[in-house]
């Protein structure tokens, strides 16, 4: 069954730290890999993502500097750490396989917006 399986989310206090799973099965991660979180009431936002080739991985302005996103490939699997959490990362958070769409203009790479597969979502909540 090809499925990709997001973990790791859950209650945290503001200021501290998450560490999202990604694990995907009956298929192999396939680069672009994006992460996107959406909150009730608002649109899903993309949060990161990594090229084709691997050399870039993108974060958005919300996130940069408080996530990091890797990636084991021999776990088959991409993650992404969250530090100094806030109440507004609060959402359901997603990761993805497979982008199509994905494109560098000059150094500056932008993120595909359509992948082939998703992950059914873990919930973060960020509250004291």
């Known amino acids: 069954q090809v499925q990709l399986v997001e973990s790791g989310g859950g209650l945290v206090q503001p200021g501290g730290s998450l560490r999202l799973s990604c694990a995907a099965s009956?298929?192999?991660?396939?680069?672009?890999i994006g992460w996107f979180r959406q909150a009730p009431g608002k649109e899903r936002e993309g949060i990161s993502c990594v090229s084709r080739s691997g050399e870039t991985t993108n974060y958005a302005d919300s996130v940069k500097g408080r996530f990091t996103m890797t990636r084991d490939n021999a776990k088959n699997t991409v993650y992404l750490q969250m530090n100094s959490l806030k109440p507004e990362d609060t959402a359901v958070y997603y990761c993805?396989?497979?982008?199509?769409?994905?494109?560098?203009?000059?150094?500056?790479?932008?993120?595909?917006?359509?992948?082939?597969?998703w992950g059914q979502g873990t919930q973060v909540t960020v509250s004291s």
């Open positions: 009956g298929f192999t991660l396939r680069a672009p």
């Open positions: 993805a396989s497979g982008g199509t769409g994905g494109y560098y203009s000059g150094t500056r790479y932008y993120c595909p917006r359509s992948y082939d597969y």
